[in-house]
């Protein structure tokens, strides 16, 4: 259950399109929030560097102080009434910082947005959010600012990209978690999205004989995703609330990343309602029968609008894939992550 919420805010409006968010996470769980505001250090200024000695010890205290004062004045704000709220301002470079406040406070879930104001006051939250996501030890719900936000009026489907391993999913209890939290009016949905790739061929080599080559394979690991979903979805359904629904998808796309973006879409391939959000492992094994899906998941945490649940699994979870995964000999499944 994610019951110790920690939420990065640096003073400006877009970051704390995270608190409505993280409120209803905490309240459906009966947890906590820490609000915790970061004040760079004058290296991470950029273009906007001050030298270290006329950035003296009263002015960062002084800077201090006013964070600590936003951040008490932010709790007390009434969409965050009835929650449990800490806050805490420190000067210290911003990434590191959020990452040692996260083992601090023991959270269980980080919520960002993707980015915020830039300036001497501000942090840039977007290159903070992929540091955070790449190292943070707990899930990290990635909310962009140009996207829709979760709210409690829009069907709570939450998307979770597999290829097959036991760390992609990973992603799924907090996925099943993350939709339980915005279920109470509207029933919670997670699908499971398996992603069927087939190398682009084009002049000469595409003959018929390849086509229809082509559309062997295909069926294949169609049959082979399939099976390996309704087993998936079997076990999990002995776990899983009543309420809340579990359905899978498969589609065909020649760019994982594309096919993944494009299937959390409103006018993805599937005809549907538009999901909530999307719910990524952040890493694999390397090798050969594995792509790079830190690549992927970059990809889509700057393509998508919609939240993204990034989900880093512990190294006691790197295990042989169980049987029935759909994994064959030549096949490269994907996962991993930034």
Known sequence: MFKRILVPLDGSELAERALPVAAQIARAAGGSLLLFGVVPTPVE???????????????????????????????????????????????????????????????????????????VRRWVLGSVAQKVARHS?????????????LTLDQPPRVLVPLDGSALAEAAIEPAIQLAAAF???????????????????????????????????IAEKKLAA?????????????SM???????????????????IIYMGEPDGPTGEKAYAAI???????????????????????????????????GIEQEQPEPVGAGIKAGDMPWVGLL
Not at 66 to 90: K, W
Not at 241 to 259: E, F, K, N, W, Y
């Open 45 to 119: 200024y950029g273009v906007y560097f001050v030298p270290a000695s006329s950035y003296g010890w009263g002015e960062e205290q002084g800077v201090l102080k006013e964070m600590s004062a936003y951040l008490q004045q932010t709790a007390n704000l009434p969409l965050l009434a009835g929650v449990p709220v800490e806050t805490q301002a420190i000067a210290e470079a911003v990434a590191p910082a959020i990452l040692t406040a996260e083992r601090t406070f023991r959270a269980d879930l980080v919520v960002m947005s993707s980015h915020g104001y830039t300036g």
């Open 137 to 149: 030890s707990v899930p990290v719900l990635v909310l962009r600012a140009d996207g829709t936000p």
């Open 183 to 217: 279920s109470w009016i509207v029933p919670g949905e997670v699908c499971l999205l398996r992603v069927i790739t087939v190398p682009p061929v084009s002049g000469r080599f595409r003959g018929g004989a390849y086509i229809d080559y082509e559309r062997a394979v």
């Open 226 to 238: 399939h099976t390996y979903l309704q087993a998936l979805k079997k076990q999990l359904r002995e």
């Open 241 to 259: 609330p009543a309420s809340m629904q579990l359905t899978t998808s498969i589609i065909v796309d020649t760019d994982i990343a594309g096919g």
């Open 279 to 313: 719910a990524m492992a952040t890493h694999g094994r390397s090798g050969l029968r594995r792509w790079a899906l830190g690549s992927i998941t970059e990809r889509v945490l700057g393509a998508t609008h919609l939240p993204l649940l990034i989900v880093r699994p």
